[in-house]
């Protein structure tokens, strides 16, 4: 063990007390079991899902820092109606991470290990936000031949996630679908999934701009939730594409009862099914699967009663799917990689450039179009 | 048809001007088919359900009475917010009811239709509000000697919706549930098929007066919505029984998602499971059946991501379970009719009477406790 490889690992710490501290630690990397390899990480996401465990339910506005430029120690205070959340975190130093890309240099003594030595690979399992990761074969993902580490940084989750939407869709028996905060990474990955295999998408944005980063890509159906004819746009984009399912990153507010108000709207305007006061039963689904907006989630019911709001996950639906199918995915991100998968940066930081706190206060706003990639391998 | 009987309707009509007007017709009765009935209704009750169709979006502060002692006329405004949702029925005038019972006084040819001459029958189908009912065979259920109008006017909603509840737990694989408004009719029932099963059920009321009516009905888990310790005490019943699923009456508020919130805190707690942040992959469900609180659901989300609020409504169930399953929840109803499923009334009210503003004022409250029948053939 005296030769270990050591390298800096970032940790996120919430403290009974109600301290948020973000810091950087100097830790020993595993030996690798046979079925195990050792990754140079040269890129990993900051994706909205690690920012919930990055910052917890702290209030970044009361962000200190302390320690050293190479140690950097962030600090913040957790309000007392957010700590109930953090239960079961409490105390527990976590590294933080869930995806990321980067070069095997050490591998076990499995022939699968050993035909990574030297290859770039994507990886899912969390704690990537430090220097070497080492982790199971099962867990990597061989990228092709000139694909970099930050072509293959975002490889898993926006993917996947972008992927299960249009199979859930199709596995719950719907025909087109419905998508908020549609302009981020993740959006634009659907709308070209969606362009490319036809299925209908309605793409809900909240600015002009946002609207218009889309049309360029292709999009068919964009509607603004900022303009005053919302709900008619809505109604008229649900009526033309039949959506019935929607997938809801923004999480809060009133969007996701207007969505269901609308596709009951749409669904009477198409006649096909006599008046019922208990509204029509054509089942409507909005599958919430972020949290854009941390206010309560506001229904005004007027849809009937053959809705559900839900939150979807991916790593219960890979599970529900099963490996096999699981397999088929992946495999489609590999072979489109650089095309309907291509994910697109504002910024590369070091690990300890991650805890800047004017970088915190530009990627923790979650901004659509506002993505950093942390290289902690950065020179 | 010159001998057809003539008999009173009521008929709730919404006019594309916003005015909501309920009336009483004098129509005639049809020949029954040969597998058809016709039933002097003797009793039918203003259900939560019935009330949507009968008053509609109506703001019943703006009821207005008109026409005679025997033919009122009843007038209220819908507000323009109500009229999207009444789209689907504008300017049709429509018959009110759910379900009812009576003494068949007619039959058509059939065998089946002929032994029920002189019976006392529950209905289900609609336009129960009149005095002559002519309905299908397959409609109607034959009560056992001894059983009047008023022990089966009940039989179908709130039996089957309770039976419905207890079924939709174990087909999804949950142990024990969650019942909201739970001293109502309907709670009560519900109370009396989980003692009698042995299913864990967390009662939750709105008053003392009400958690002190279960309690007298031997229910073991009460907790009242108003106590200053309403969320610690929910989690502990949640604790105790393992609940993950809730049938809700109340359908505004705040209350569902503080029933998600409680079952989650209840499973942490259990300490079976690993901390995410994602939450925990236990499915948490509530099923709202009722609107007794027209303001819009607030969902404050502190319980992760595998959660689901939705509707849930008695017909779609049925369909879903088919005739074989529900036939034996049927005969389960009328098996316990006097016992289990026992309704309790607080007023008898002729058709006319059930028009008067003063008792429109009482039954359109939805309370608890305040349940009207109506007799259309009362002296």
């Avoid at 050792?38 to 990055?54: H, K, M, Q, Y």
């Avoid at 430029?69 to 309000?79: E, F, L, Q, S, Y």
């Avoid at 590369?348 to 290289?375: M, Q």
Wanted: charged fraction near 20%; include cysteine.
């Amino acid at each position: 063990m005296s030769d270990a490889i050591r390298g800096l690992q970032l940790r996120s710490l919430i403290k009974t007390s109600g301290e948020l501290e973000i810091s950087l630690l100097e830790v020993p990397t595993p030996e690798p079991g046979p079925d195990e390899v050792v990754v140079r990480v040269e890129a990993t996401p900051i994706n909205p899902s690690d920012l919930g465990l990055l910052t917890g339910a702290a209030d970044l506005s009361t962000v200190q820092v302390s320690g050293t430029r190479d140690h950097p120690v962030i600090t913040a205070k957790v309000p007392e109606a957010g700590m109930r959340a953090m239960a079961g975190r409490l105390d527990e130093s976590m590294p933080v991470g869930n995806e990321g890309a980067g070069v095997v240099i050490k591998t076990g003594s499995s022939e699968a290990a050993q035909a990574l030595l030297g290859r770039t690979v994507a990886m899912i399992g969390g704690a990537m936000y430090q220097q070497y990761r080492c982790l199971k074969v099962s867990e990597c993902l061989a990228l092709p031949a000139g694909a970099t580490a930050t072509d293959g940084a975002s490889c898993f989750v926006n993917p996947l996630t972008a992927l299960g939407m249009t199979e859930t869709m199709r596995r719950e028996g719907h025909t087109a679908l419905v998508h908020t905060a549609a302009a981020s990474n993740l959006g634009q990955m659907l709308n070209r999934i969606c362009l490319k295999d036809g299925i209908a998408l309605v793409n809900i944005v909240r600015s002009a701009e946002q609207a218009e980063i889309l049309r360029k890509l292709g999009a068919k159906h964009i509607v603004d939730s900022t303009s005053t004819n919302f709900m008619d746009e809505l109604t008229a984009a649900l009526v033309e594409t039949g959506a019935t399912i929607a997938f809801d990153a923004i999480g809060g507010g009133r969007l996701a009862g207007q969505i269901l108000t609308g596709m009951e709207a749409a669904i009477n305007k198409s006649g096909k099914y006599p008046y019922s006061r208990y509204g029509s039963n054509v089942h409507k689904q909005v599958y919430i699967y972020g949290g854009l907006d941390t206010r309560p989630v506001e229904i005004v019911k007027s849809f009937g009663l053959a809705w559900s709001i839900g939150g979807w996950l991916l790593f219960p639906f890979l599970m529900k799917i099963g490996p096999a199918d699981g397999q088929r995915l992946r495999q489609r991100v590999v072979d489109e990689l650089k095309t309907t998968f291509a994910s697109h940066y504002t910024k590369v930081v070091s690990l300890a450039e991650a805890l800047d706190p004017a970088n915190i206060a530009v990627y923790a706003k979650r901004a659509t179009g506002e993505k950093f990639l942390i290289n902690p391998n950065k020179g």
